[in-house]
């Protein structure tokens, strides 16, 4: 994200969104919940060198638009932040460093990537990876499988099940997966439900098939595929809902780590995806982001995690198990389902939820 211009820059006026207004009024009624998935009054989690303060204030959107739920999360090298989640107004909302409300992406973002409507980038909305690559910084998008609806009543064809890559200003350069056609810039991939993209220090990519064929596959910077392995198991190479992958360099070599969700653990292993070790005691772990050493990990059973380069644990975060969702709001200090995190320059984590108003919130460190 080197630039500050974007293929769709939807700076709304005030008089588009009191336009809309009932919209977030009326989500507001039918939830019971805030729109903007945030909470009066501040709070402190963690614990020793891992503690972190509660912004009540970033990340809230005007009247009129709401997040669905919480998908991803990166930063760019300008401390922008870019959230997506399961909604149509935004499909995308980028902040700045202060967290003010830069512009959305919606209608037109899904045109560039091939729908026709916003609606079914809602439908297929998950992953979201920021690579830099020989100084420039792109994104890779990860979509689920989603199917249609016909006028009968019965389910249509399906659609999405893409990685695609884009500039930083949302144009797609490379699509893998479900495509109608092979190009030179579009490649069928058998994904069945993609989760989560990585990209190693060399450029190789890898991609979980996380809701579906439990494979892991590997592929070099110029989109020539080198490996695949898994399968649905709890053996060493298998895997139930490989939901994240991540190329960790905390260690003296890089390693792929997956987020083995519903096996409730992390499996390691070399960039040839040589398997080397289970880190086990995770409740249903989503992804990963490193930073400072450490390595941290959204569990969706309703705490982060954070690792030191030994992957021993440092800390555990807002862990709100048995909290019902309804009743998280309430409890500042308390995850319910996180889904995806980041880290900024400064220091500042960013936590999202996997929640139906897909609850963003930003903690500073405390030192």
């Known amino acids: 994200m080197n630039s500050n211009s974007t293929l769709f820059p939807i700076r709304r006026t005030r008089r588009d969104f009191l336009a809309t207004g009932a919209l977030g009024v009326a989500g507001l009624a039918a939830g019971g919940l805030p729109a903007v998935g945030q909470e009066a009054g501040g709070a402190t989690i963690g614990e020793g060198s891992a503690r972190f303060k509660l912004d009540t204030t970033w990340g809230r959107l005007?009247?009129?638009m709401r997040y669905g739920l919480g998908c991803a999360i990166v930063v760019d090298k300008q401390d922008r932040v870019i959230v997506t989640s399961r909604s149509t107004q935004p499909c995308v909302a980028i902040f700045d460093k202060e967290g003010k409300l830069l512009e959305t992406w919606g209608k037109d973002f899904a045109t560039a990537v091939g729908y026709g409507s916003a609606e079914q980038v809602q439908a297929t909305a998950h992953g979201l990876y920021l690579a830099e690559e020989n100084g420039t910084e792109y994104l890779y998008w990860t979509e689920n499988v989603a199917r249609a609806k016909g006028a009968d009543g019965k389910m249509g064809k399906a659609y999405g099940a893409r990685v695609y890559k884009t500039d930083m200003k949302g144009k797609v350069l490379y699509t893998l997966g479900m495509v109608e056609k092979e190009s030179d810039t579009a490649q069928k991939l058998d994904l069945t439900n993609p989760t989560d993209v990585a990209v190693a220090p060399n450029g190789?990519?890898?991609?979980?098939?996380?809701?579906?064929s439990q494979k892991v596959h590997r592929f070099s910077k110029d989109f020539k595929k080198l490996k695949t392995i898994g399968g649905r198991g709890k053996e060493?190479?298998?895997?139930?809902?490989?939901h994240g992958v991540w190329v960790n360099t905390l260690r003296?070599?890089?390693?792929?780590?997956?987020?083995?969700?519903?096996?409730?653990?992390?499996?390691?292993?070399s960039l040839?995806?040589?398997?080397?070790r289970t880190v086990r005691d995770a409740r249903l772990p989503c992804c990963f982001y490193q930073q400072g050493g450490r390595l941290y990990v959204p569990e969706l059973d309703a705490r982060v995690t954070v690792l030191d380069d030994k992957d021993l644990v440092v800390a555990r975060l807002g862990d709100g198990k048995g909290i019902p969702d309804t009743e998280i709001n309430k409890h500042p200090d308390k995850f319910a389902k996180p889904h995806a995190l980041t880290l900024d320059s400064k220091g500042n984590l960013f936590v999202l939820e996997w929640l139906p108003w897909g609850r963003v919130r930003?903690?500073?460190p405390v030192a």
């Open 236 to 242: 060493p190479g298998q895997f139930n809902t490989c």
């Open 362 to 364: 930003k903690f500073s």
């Open 272 to 276: 040839e995806l040589e398997y080397k």
């Open 252 to 269: 003296k070599e890089p390693e792929v780590y997956i987020a083995d969700r519903a096996n409730n653990r992390l499996e390691v292993y």
């Open 204 to 212: 190789d990519i890898y991609i979980v098939d996380g809701y579906g």
């Open 62 to 64: 005007p009247e009129g």
